[in-house]
């Protein structure tokens, strides 16, 4: 491309940055971390509903029927938990998030992705006042619904944001800092459980309404932030996008040739216009309508989501006290925070691939361990709604291996990877549909999850472990390596792989892979 902002690699990828603008600057870092800030509150509420909804203050008062264990507690320690309406209290938020980020793309192309960010972080903070005030079940989905509207907007935008302004070079480490953010909001929600789970009768008031705090540093770093130079392009104002590129960039860094390739896709992408969900499915864009599914399917298949909503419930299924089962949540929390640590300094140096296929592996072996753990042990001794402490100890070890594995690979890929693979012109788009089928899986998985694990018991991770197998498999055969490409560049990855180049290559994408 004209413009010098590719260069030609070994296997004919395009690789690395534009002449002296691919340099950590304090603005670039600085910017990153307020835009990476947003997964604080989505961190948030997957810690902190988990241990509220095991709080015997808040069954007491909305769900008193689960708290009375007349849920055949007694006869299947399994089935402890399950309650349509005590799960829909999660689950609500998922669906309304589902909902909001497929709204949030469109939005974005008008008032940018600062903006979105912005009423994302409002929406949230409304939602958590309406849940700590909360005088019924009603008003709690109200709120929880609210909590969604706001984590949609945010999930749509802070990571594309993140890739758009961070060096190619380091695009992984930067795009990373989301799901740290993500885990530190969790880490924060558990810690905050453990405390007010001492506090009768109003203690999950408190845990509910601190959703504020995030919230509030969501909505500052919103209004400090700028939009990115892709963005601001996007929308016409190509002016502003090279004050704003200078900026990230540095004084002294030459950034023409980066603008122009921008300008260039943002130009294509206006050429083509018929829109972006329809170009989804247009001849050439397959393998990204294939990446828009595969990715987030696999990735709630994982089983995740549940563990990590839900941990509370496993542990006091294995017959830990609710204080205890918190203080597992924590735990998990710590290692997921270290591991999501380490992923960001290895990430651009060992490549996504490995980094997937590790996890992956890893994860598979401690499910199923947790499967046969669970199936010798649990409900097989005196007491039918616990198991020997040995044993429980054994699976809070295997959760932690299996949080540390997941954190240090799809954790932060799966927001790494699809916001650096679609091109300019679907990337809003392809970045919604990744976002909404994620949270539409996860809606129906924290609905029934607890039905799940009563009806299959521990052959619940025996199906969970086998979709780690399969995504692992996929991402083997299917998913290339992104490591250092610049976004504009990206097409010429996929016209180099050995099954997509099939589909994808054509003339344009040969002058990538050239690379003049």
Same mark, same amino acid.
């Given at each position: 491309?004209?413009?010098?902002?590719?260069?030609?690699?070994?296997?004919?990828?395009?690789?690395?940055?534009?002449?002296?603008?691919?340099?950590?600057?304090?603005?670039?870092?600085?910017?990153c971390?307020?835009?990476?800030?947003?997964?604080?509150?989505?961190?948030?509420?997957?810690?902190?509903?988990?241990?509220?909804?095991?709080?015997?203050?808040?069954?007491?008062?909305?769900?008193?029927?689960?708290?009375?264990?007349?849920?055949?507690?007694?006869?299947?320690?399994?089935?402890?938990?399950?309650?349509?309406?005590?799960?829909?209290?999660?689950?609500?938020?998922?669906?309304?998030?589902?909902?909001?980020?497929l709204?949030?793309?469109?939005?974005?192309?008008?008032?940018g992705?600062?903006?979105?960010?912005?009423?994302?972080?409002?929406?949230?903070?409304?939602?958590?006042?309406i849940?700590?005030?909360?005088?019924?079940?009603?008003?709690?989905?109200?709120?929880?619904?609210?909590?969604?509207?706001?984590?949609?907007?945010?999930?749509?935008?802070?990571?594309?944001?993140?890739a758009?302004?961070?060096?190619?070079?380091?695009?992984?480490?930067?795009?990373t800092?989301y799901?740290?953010?993500?885990?530190?909001?969790?880490?924060?929600?558990?810690?905050t459980?453990?405390?007010?789970?001492? &506090?009768?009768?109003?203690?999950?008031?408190?845990?509910?309404?601190?959703?504020?705090?995030p919230?509030?540093?969501?909505?500052?770093?919103?209004l400090?932030?700028?939009?990115?130079?892709?963005s601001?392009v996007?929308?016409?104002?190509?002016?502003?996008?090279?004050?704003?590129?200078?900026?990230?960039?540095?004084?002294?860094?030459?950034?023409?040739?980066?603008?122009? +390739?921008?300008?260039?896709?943002?130009?294509?992408?206006?050429?083509?216009?018929e829109?972006a969900?329809?170009?989804?499915?247009?001849?050439?864009?397959?393998?990204?309508?294939?990446?828009?599914?595969?990715?987030?399917?696999?990735? +709630?298949?994982?089983?995740?989501?549940?563990?990590?909503v839900?941990?509370?419930v496993?542990?006091?299924?294995?017959?830990?006290?609710?204080q205890?089962? &918190?203080?597992?949540?924590?735990?998990?929390s710590?290692?997921?925070?270290?591991?999501?640590?380490?992923?960001?300094f290895?990430?651009?140096?060992?490549?996504r691939?490995?980094?997937?296929?590790?996890?992956?592996?890893?994860?598979?072996?401690?499910?199923?361990?947790?499967?046969?753990?669970?199936?010798?042990?649990?409900?097989?001794?005196?007491?039918?709604?616990?198991?020997?402490? +040995?044993?429980?100890?054994?699976?809070?070890?295997?959760?932690?291996l299996?949080?540390?594995?997941?954190?240090?690979?799809?954790?932060?890929?799966?927001?790494?990877?699809?916001?650096? &693979?679609?091109?300019?012109?679907?990337?809003?788009?392809?970045?919604?549909?990744?976002?909404?089928?994620?949270?539409?899986?996860?809606?129906?998985?924290?609905?029934?999850?607890v039905?799940?694990?009563?009806?299959?018991?521990?052959?619940?991770?025996?199906?969970y472990?086998?979709?780690?197998?399969?995504?692992?498999?996929?991402?083997?055969?299917?998913?290339?390596?992104?490591k250092?490409?610049?976004?504009?560049?990206?097409?010429?990855?996929?016209?180099?792989?050995?099954?997509?180049?099939?589909?994808?290559?054509?003339?344009?994408?040969?002058?990538?892979?050239?690379?003049?």
């Amino acid at each position: 491309m004209a413009g010098g902002g590719f260069a030609a690699a070994e296997g004919g990828h395009a690789r690395n940055d534009y002449g002296g603008g691919g340099g950590v600057t304090v603005s670039v870092v600085v910017t990153c971390l307020m835009a990476a800030s947003c997964g604080l509150i989505f961190g948030y509420d997957v810690g902190v509903s988990g241990g509220v909804t095991q709080m015997e203050s808040f069954l007491v008062k909305f769900f008193p029927e689960v708290s009375s264990g007349t849920q055949n507690a007694k006869h299947d320690a399994y089935c402890r938990y399950d309650d349509q309406r005590l799960t829909a209290f999660t689950s609500s938020l998922y669906i309304a998030a589902m909902l909001s980020s497929l709204v949030a793309s469109r939005v974005t192309r008008t008032v940018g992705r600062s903006a979105v960010m912005l009423i994302g972080g409002v929406l949230f903070l409304v939602g958590s006042a309406i849940n700590a005030g909360a005088v019924n079940v009603a008003m709690l989905i109200i709120g929880r619904m609210l909590l969604g509207f706001g984590v949609g907007f945010t999930t749509q935008a802070a990571p594309l944001y993140l890739a758009e302004t961070s060096p190619a070079r380091w695009r992984g480490a930067f795009t990373t800092a989301y799901n740290i953010f993500q885990v530190l909001g969790a880490l924060a929600a558990t810690v905050t459980n453990y405390f007010t789970n001492r &506090i009768p009768g109003w203690g999950w008031r408190v845990s509910l309404g601190l959703a504020a705090v995030p919230a509030t540093i969501v909505v500052l770093g919103a209004l400090l932030v700028p939009d990115t130079p892709s963005s601001l392009v996007l929308r016409g104002d190509t002016d502003s996008a090279r004050v704003s590129l200078r900026r990230l960039r540095g004084p002294g860094a030459e950034t023409d040739a980066e603008l122009n +390739d921008i300008v260039r896709a943002v130009e294509d992408a206006r050429r083509n216009d018929e829109g972006a969900y329809g170009r989804l499915c247009a001849k050439g864009y397959g393998h990204y309508l294939v990446m828009v599914v595969a990715i987030p399917s696999f990735f +709630d298949l994982t089983g995740v989501i549940v563990m990590a909503v839900f941990s509370p419930v496993l542990f006091r299924t294995v017959g830990f006290s609710s204080q205890k089962a &918190i203080f597992g949540s924590v735990i998990l929390s710590l290692f997921n925070l270290a591991s999501s640590l380490l992923s960001s300094f290895v990430m651009d140096r060992a490549g996504r691939r490995l980094l997937f296929l590790a996890g992956g592996a890893a994860m598979m072996i401690c499910q199923l361990a947790m499967s046969c753990i669970l199936a010798g042990h649990l409900g097989k001794h005196n007491d039918a709604v616990a198991m020997p402490w +040995d044993y429980a100890v054994a699976v809070l070890v295997l959760m932690c291996l299996y949080t540390f594995s997941f954190g240090v690979s799809w954790g932060p890929l799966k927001w790494v990877v699809p916001s650096e &693979i679609y091109p300019v012109e679907i990337r809003s788009a392809a970045q919604a549909l990744t976002v909404s089928i994620a949270l539409c899986l996860s809606f129906a998985q924290t609905q029934v999850f607890v039905s799940l694990l009563c009806a299959m018991k521990h052959a619940i991770f025996l199906f969970y472990a086998g979709w780690v197998l399969a995504m692992t498999a996929f991402v083997a055969a299917f998913l290339p390596e992104t490591k250092g490409v610049p976004l504009e560049a990206m097409r010429s990855v996929w016209a180099g792989h050995w099954y997509w180049r099939r589909f994808v290559r054509d003339a344009k994408q040969e002058v990538q892979v050239n690379c003049l």
